[in-house]
């Protein structure tokens, strides 16, 4: 199953609403790595939000009995996979496991929580891709464990080139339910932006580095 236009502009729709994903040309928002970015994202805010929550999980249960069929586990990459992975999980009766950031420093050391032993693969849930270098440490530390993956699925996407590389080079098959360019158009139409702030949000989406250089410089 290939999730449909108006599914995806629905998610976007969702996560615009309820300020999941905020926009801000003018004034950008300051990452972790100190990077200047016009968006930021934070899909846990979907949680609060039982219409939202419950939208995201039923498209995301569809997708994965869609493209494979039975699996034995879902997956959730610390931290903002967890709760919808488990949601997910809980409806298609599986168990559920997590991957952590890196190994406990303490106790067994585990890099992955949940019982292994009777699990042959795995569909990964995340909650955004950035770069993708997040996700495939995990998807990394599962095929250590012995353990396939059939799958990555996220909410949402940046879209930057540089993770789909990723992907592909570690011979990962990845989706989201909904995608940058699918946000914008509904951001447009909603009067959330307009035609310049558009072009600046495209102009960032092509060289988020380079925008944001050029934006610091004094």
């Known amino acids: 199953m290939i999730l449909s236009v108006e599914s995806r502009r629905k998610v976007a729709e969702f996560l615009l609403r309820i300020k999941a994903i905020e926009l801000n040309a ?13 968006i930021y994202c934070d899909n846990r805010k979907t949680l609060s939000h039982p219409t939202v929550r419950t ?30 992975g488990a949601l997910v999980a809980q409806e298609l009766g599986l168990p559920f496991i997590y991957v952590r950031s890196k190994a406990k420093d303490h106790g067994l050391g585990n890099a992955i929580e949940g019982d292994l032993s009777v699990l042959s693969n795995v569909v990964v849930i995340e909650d955004l891709i950035s770069t993708g270098q997040s996700s495939l440490k995990a998807v990394a530390a599962l095929r250590d464990a012995g353990i396939e993956v059939k799958g990555l699925l996220a909410i949402f996407t940046y879209g930057f080139e540089v993770a789909e590389a990723a992907f592909e080079e570690a011979n990962c098959t990845w989706w989201t339910l909904t995608d940058y360019s699918t946000m914008l158009d509904q951001a447009m139409q909603e009067g959330y932006i307009t035609v310049e702030q558009r072009s ?8 988020p580095q380079g925008w944001s250089d050029k934006f610091s410089q004094p």
């Open 200 to 207: 600046l949000l495209d102009s960032w989406n092509r060289d």
């Open 26 to 38: 003018a004034d950008p928002f300051t990452w972790a790595s100190g990077r200047r970015s016009p």
């Open 55 to 84: 939208f995201i999980r039923q498209r995301a249960v569809e997708e994965i009995e869609s493209r494979f069929g039975n699996v034995d586990a879902i997956a959730g990459v610390a931290t903002g996979g967890i709760a919808l």
